[in-house]
């Protein structure tokens, strides 16, 4: 890989360019031509999508997974006289989110994928815009560790964690109690299912899982919306970020996703951060951080919006929050083995071969049956991750 010349505007690597976050990143900085370049775009298998988005960004790199259409792609963009360099495979996501001359990197590759190359980000010190929460949960130990020894940036993406981020004290890594942090108050709209009748919950289809009633996201997170293990994910995520224990999180279902979340002071005060629910105010919010840029988003007609609707979460009805909780409280790889079960399972419901009520209960077998062990190594993570991915799809099997 060859240096770019080093330029005023901020170099951002975008992982995961082709995915909803990823688009969403790059309707923001289209935004601002005179902050933003767009240094490195990744897909996996939408090439075409990734090469129309090189057209429109003129990157220095793109990635996509395999070799031939890393080539099939390299020659396109040279017969239309474009000098982006086209990388693929694992080597190239670590080259572009680890590379010299990036400023920022947005981790929005979905799952477990996402490790790898957020680490590498980490590791070398950038300003990491983290939406790959499943990266965080699987190795939250050994990443928050390396962001702290390469003094990266660690910025939230996640809504509900960057209104966390908003609502905290500049300093609160000093420790919740030092800056006089009661709990944080993590909301979630309940998904879809929220009223649906417990005896239909079996036959919904994943047309109306992935059917989000506020927010439009990629699939996966959608489904985990609808089992509301995303709010699972996010309280480990929560815990590694802010460092809180599991009980200083409270879940709140919020159906109108309009308070993205919540921060209770010692003092009786909570600060919370409102808006429209799309993804561009925690994206511009990280770009710009500590500024404040334009995102596109329209003013929250707070009037219009007229009530705001606040419950206990229903853990009959949405097992996997218990199942996350159990998991942050074994330690270890407990989440990666959580995390790894549940994209199985969910890719299994997706596909048609399990219902939507199997998904817990894979991630439950699976848990059940592979022990938390201390991670020494990201090769310990993925090792676990393996294994839940392989017990979870003998139970698939079994369950057909
Ligand atoms: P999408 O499914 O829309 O996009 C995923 C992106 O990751 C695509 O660019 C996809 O490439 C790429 N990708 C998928 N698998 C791999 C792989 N094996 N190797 C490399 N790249 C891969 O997901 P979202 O944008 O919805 O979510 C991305 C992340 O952000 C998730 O971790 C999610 O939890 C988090 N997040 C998302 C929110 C949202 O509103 N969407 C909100 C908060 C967090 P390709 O297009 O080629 O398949």
């Not at 549940?342 to 399990?354: D, H, K, P, S, Y």
Request: charged share 20%.
């Amino acid at each position: 890989m060859t240096t770019a010349a080093p330029s005023a505007l901020k170099a951002v690597t975008i992982l995961g360019a082709t995915g909803s976050i990823g688009l969403s990143t790059l309707d923001v900085i289209s935004r601002h031509p005179d902050r933003y370049r767009v240094f490195a775009l990744t897909a996996n298998t939408r090439t075409e999508e990734l090469f129309q988005l090189a057209l429109t960004f003129s990157p220095r790199y793109i990635v996509v997974r395999d070799e031939a259409d890393a080539l099939q792609l390299q020659r396109r963009l040279h017969e239309v006289g474009r000098e982006t360099d086209v990388l693929f495979g694992a080597q190239g996501l670590h080259d572009v989110a680890a590379h010299e001359a990036v400023d920022s990197v947005v981790a929005a590759i979905v799952g477990a994928a996402g490790l790898e190359s957020t680490m590498a980000a980490v590791k070398a010190g950038k300003q990491v815009l983290l939406a790959n929460k499943e990266a965080l949960v699987m190795a939250g130990h050994l990443f928050m560790t390396a962001v702290a020894e390469s003094g990266a940036v660690l910025l939230p993406v996640d809504s509900e964690h960057n209104a966390i981020f908003q609502c905290m004290p500049g300093d609160y890594r000093s420790g919740l109690a030092r800056v006089g942090v009661r709990k944080i108050l993590l909301t979630g709209s309940g998904g879809p299912f929220r009223t649906t009748p417990l005896s239909e919950l079996a036959s919904v289809t994943p047309a109306q899982a992935v059917a989000h009633p506020n927010w439009s996201m990629g699939p996966k997170i959608s489904v985990d919306s609808a089992t509301m293990m995303n709010k699972g994910l996010e309280l480990i995520e929560a815990c590694w970020l802010f460092d809180a224990r599991p009980e200083q999180v409270q879940i709140v279902v919020h159906p109108q996703s309009v308070i993205h979340s919540m921060v209770e002071y010692i003092d009786g005060s909570v600060l919370a951060q409102l808006g429209n629910p799309d993804m561009r105010t925690p994206i511009a919010h990280a770009l710009a951080w500590p500024q404040r840029i334009e995102s596109g988003v329209g003013a929250l007609d707070i009037i219009a919006r007229g009530r705001l609707d606040f419950q206990e979460p229903d853990y009959a009805r949405f097992p996997c929050l218990r199942l996350a909780t159990e998991a942050m409280q074994f330690g270890g790889t407990g989440p990666a083995l959580l995390n790894a079960a549940n994209e199985e399972a969910v890719a299994a419901f997706l596909a048609g071969t399990i219902r939507f009520t199997d998904i817990p209960r894979v991630i439950e077998r699976v848990l059940g049956e592979i022990s938390a062990v201390e991670p020494q190594l990201l090769s310990d993570v993925q090792t676990a991750d393996r294994e839940a991915r392989q017990l979870a799809a003998a139970i698939i099997s079994d369950n057909r």
